[in-house]
């Protein structure tokens, strides 16, 4: 899922999977063995003033303009601050714009975009510095740092990955996603199949066509809201459709014993995904308005309570939207999260293992960056358990404390907040700093034992609401993992993740992928909203546009990447 933003579970749930560290990592299985992220390797670096440049590839803010409580005590314990640029519409262009002028900022998070600076050498190779000063990052990444290496050509580590080492299967990321009064009023009904979520939606939706808010106004409910406008096409429209036939979200739909790539868009199984949706639309089920309105106007529909059903990553729509219900009292138009796919023979992979997955992409030091050592000495303070503890929690006494058993846990009014405030990690810069800087997974334990993560399973389970244990408890489940097929239910995949792989492909490759992510795009809202009976002309004209900008050539190279990835790694 390559433009997911997956800030997947960046700020939520990265639902990255265990992948064995060597004797610094943890065990590749579902029962994970936990491990001490505490560091005798020291944090001991300069503490003069500097301030460094950095260019995040992300369209959504990734900074508090260094001057929240945690950018402050950064500042205090390093003598660094940072002047942080987010991207604005398409990274890729300001990427290309800046590898062309050499303008380029001290740091970047350059995501897939590598090897845009990779081909200027506007990127420092960090192999020696992280020999010499890097000892929480040796330490962080252990086996893992082998995985780093760019290629077998190009041998050499550019960024530290922007996933955490360790993560173990935390709560889902991706969901066919219901209203809690929508399950509770139908009882509680089998939720396993795309047929079991229309008749939900179908049902519930006839007995109330309208929903009156807290403001006391009848409007029309919504039964299905896509957000399928721009970027949020991936996560609404793409990758559910790979989970919902059995293919993880990656856009590919790769044969596990020949290591053949298809895209996913143009399979069979996609065209009858597809159908679904149409159908859906032409019950007038799906809003009139999923392809054409922004985010912000997505997310003040969900908050207005009348939004039945989505297909989202939870990322998304958690913290505004939840937050935005849960402090207007509607905890039951909160939504639960099903894996529901094409028929019950179908698993959804949510769990499928890919190892770890920080490879291709993560922060750099650019050859222009005023002060290298210090940079890399910088990144290696974040890798240590002070910082860890930091950027995940905040500071001691200000926002967590020890309880009488020696937890680590956040202060009542903290707790509070940050499960209603839209604005608490910009207000306070906790969880501002964790992604996609090197970090520790939610399956590490710092070394008092407590989870360095605050996503970890058991502290999600503790934040749902009373509304939210009644559901699970109603499908006999903890959690809304609980719900999925296990990791154990699937092949490890080889190769990882494949969109991971498409960051080290050619940049004819490239352009040729973009094209067809444009015509998929395209033709998607106009297959859904095609009228009964157009759809199959209009499959047929998207795969011959398809194959005419290059698809078979593109997958034909991806297959090879993909099998030369596995060889890397043997």
Not at 7 to 36: A, E, H, P, R, W
Not at 39 to 63: H, K
Not at 403 to 423: M, T, V
Not at 484 to 506: T, V
């Amino acid at each position: 899922m390559k433009r997911v933003f997956s800030f997947l579970l960046s700020v939520m749930l990265v639902v990255v999977l265990i992948s064995g560290c060597g004797s610094n990592g943890t065990q590749t299985s579902d029962s994970t063995t936990k491990k001490d992220s505490s560091n005798s390797a020291s944090d001991s670096m300069p503490n003069t003033p500097v301030n460094f440049s950095v260019y995040m590839a992300e369209p959504l803010s990734y900074t508090d303009n260094w001057d929240s409580p945690v950018a402050k005590k950064i500042t205090e314990l390093t003598g660094v601050s940072l002047k942080i640029e987010n991207a604005i519409g398409d990274p890729k262009q300001r990427i290309s714009l800046m590898a062309a002028g050499g303008d380029l900022p001290d740091m970047i998070y350059a995501k897939t975009n590598m090897n845009l600076l990779l081909d200027v050498n506007g990127i420092e190779k960090l192999d020696d510095l992280i020999e010499k000063y890097g000892p929480n990052i040796k330490k962080l990444y252990g086996n893992e740092l082998k995985r780093l290496k760019w290629s077998k050509e190009n041998p050499y580590i550019y960024c530290l990955g922007d996933t955490g080492v360790g993560d173990e299967d935390g709560d889902p990321t991706s969901a066919f996603c219901l209203q809690h009064a929508v399950v509770k009023e139908e009882g509680y009904p089998k939720l396993k199949t795309l047929t079991d979520y229309e008749n939900a939606i179908k049902t519930y939706y006839a007995k109330h066509p309208t929903f009156k808010g807290k403001d006391g106004k009848e409007q029309p409910t919504i039964p299905l809201l896509l957000n399928g406008n721009d970027w949020g096409y991936f996560i609404s429209i793409s990758n559910p459709a790979n989970l919902a036939t059995g293919y993880t979200d990656d856009e590919w739909a790769i044969d596990m014993n020949t290591l053949e790539a298809k895209r996913h868009i143009i399979t069979d199984s996609n065209k009858e995904y597809l159908k679904w949706l149409n159908g859906m639309w032409n019950q007038n089920l799906i809003d009139k308005e999923s392809f054409t309105e922004q985010v912000d106007q997505y997310k003040a529909k969900l908050s207005s309570g009348r939004v039945l059903g989505i297909i989202d990553a939870f990322w998304n729509y958690d913290g505004d939207v939840h937050r935005a219900l849960r402090s207007a009292g509607l905890e039951d138009r909160m939504y639960g999260r099903y894996p529901c796919t094409m028929n019950e023979n179908i698993k959804f992979p949510e769990y499928q293992d890919k190892g770890y997955t920080g490879y291709g992409s993560g922060m750099s030091i650019t050859s222009k960056c005023k002060d290298k050592v210090r940079a890399i000495q910088f990144l290696n303070w974040m890798a240590g358990e002070k910082a860890q503890i930091l950027t995940n929690w905040g500071i001691e006494g200000v926002h967590w404390k020890y309880d009488e058993s020696g937890k680590r846990a956040f202060l009542p009014e903290i707790s509070k907040q940050r499960n209603e405030d839209k604005d608490f990690a910009k207000k306070t810069g906790i969880s501002t700093y964790v992604y996609p800087w090197p970090r520790y997974g939610s399956g590490y334990r710092d070394s008092k034992g407590n989870p360095l993560s605050t996503n970890t399973i058991d502290s999600l389970s503790k934040n749902y609401t009373q509304t939210e244990k009644e559901v699970l408890a109603a499908y006999q489940a903890n959690n809304w993992k609980d719900l999925y097929p296990k990791k154990s239910e699937f092949p490890i995949k080889p190769y990882g993740a494949a969109w991971k792989i498409e960051s080290f492909m050619s940049n004819d490759w490239t352009a040729t992928a973009n094209k067809v992510t444009d015509i998929s795009k395209k033709y998607c809202p106009k297959l859904i909203m095609a009228k009964s009976g157009e759809f199959d002309t209009i499959w047929a004209e998207f795969v011959k546009e398809m194959e005419a900008a290059g698809v078979r050539d593109l997958e034909a190279q991806f297959t090879q990447a993909v099998k030369g990835r596995v060889d890397l790694w043997k």
